[in-house]
């Protein structure tokens, strides 16, 4: 018998993926989301999903789950999971002059209560929540909020990206993984042909953001990660700093593919071939690092295991 899974901001189903890879059997995987292509996809690949829509629509009451899809018989919820809209924490934003950091008063961030909401409705046997690195002072107050002091973990140890996360959880024996040593040299495309696709258009704001290839110098340039082992986060538009970083192509610069970007957040390759590289690029920058959370979820599947000894 497999675990009945609610997931909130659910995306394109990273949670799903990162179960199947922990070994944890799934019994109803329901999952709230109203981004048209994130559940597209998630749909591909995995049918079976419930979508339950707008996460401030959804309620929980005796067993049932009260949504704008229907209503659902669910009994007790196994686990919680979500990543709440980040935009108003992010130290990353703030320190490159594109927002005054909000924290939980942000329009964004703020459905960070719709999370606390809804666990404090289910009171799941087990829960995760994922966010940004970001101020002590927030951080301390999520602490508050969710019972229990969140985890660093940066997507470098088990991929060839930079992307500093909290994840707060009660599963029991948590620790970091093991540093893969992933590098980005070991997975660029080489193929021309294909590169081409990614190649970026030359426009004076573009000439800025590549600096003839100098790196960051000034707030509006982007990291040359044409020979770098890692590369930066993924971000929901490479056309914008900071992103992930540019490389060398031709007579410019080029984004990265939309393999690199799938492989950077260890997602199947092809998992979002469905999609436009645009709206692969929006889905993917607000998606999971899946093999940190199957990390995550292999601590799960032990603390499982226990409770049926």
């Known amino acids: 018998m497999g675990i009945t899974v609610l997931s909130l901001f659910d995306g394109i189903s990273c949670g799903q993926i990162a179960l199947e890879r922990a070994g944890i059997e799934v019994d109803t995987y329901y999952a709230s989301e109203i981004k048209k292509h994130a559940i597209e996809t998630t749909l591909k690949h995995y049918p079976e999903t419930v979508e339950i829509g707008d996460v401030r629509k959804v309620w929980y009451n005796d067993g049932t789950l009260y949504t704008e899809k229907g209503n659902f018989k669910v009994g007790e919820i196994d686990l919680l999971i979500g990543g709440s809209p980040c935009q108003n924490f992010s130290i990353a934003r703030v320190s490159m002059g594109t927002k005054k950091m909000e924290g939980l008063n942000g329009d964004k961030s703020s459905l960070f209560y719709e999370y606390l909401r809804l666990k404090r409705m289910v009171a799941p046997r087990y829960f995760l929540l994922e ?7 927030s951080e301390n107050e999520l602490n508050s909020y969710m019972g229990v002091e969140g985890i660093h973990i940066n997507s470098k140890l088990v991929s060839f990206q930079l992307r500093e996360r909290i994840y707060w959880s009660n599963i029991k024996g948590i620790t970091l993984p093991e540093d893969k040593k992933v590098s980005f040299q070991e997975h660029k495309d080489t193929d021309s042909e294909y590169c081409k696709l990614f190649k970026v258009k030359r426009t004076p704001s573009r000439e800025r953001m590549w600096n003839w290839g100098k790196g960051r110098e000034t707030s509006g340039n982007c990291t040359n990660i044409t020979n770098a082992e890692k590369v930066g986060c993924i971000t929901r538009k490479q056309d914008r700093c900071p992103n992930s970083g540019l490389i060398e192509f031709e007579d410019f610069c080029r984004y990265l593919t939309r393999r690199e970007i799938e492989k950077a957040q260890t997602l199947p390759v092809g998992y979002t071939d469905n999609l436009t590289y645009g709206q692969m ?21 032990r603390n499982l295991e226990n409770e049926g000894a």
């Open 281 to 301: 690029q929006d889905v993917c920058g607000d998606g999971w690092t899946v093999d940190v959370i199957a990390h995550i979820f292999k601590f799960l599947k």
């Open 131 to 137: 966010n940004v690195r970001m101020k002590k002072d």
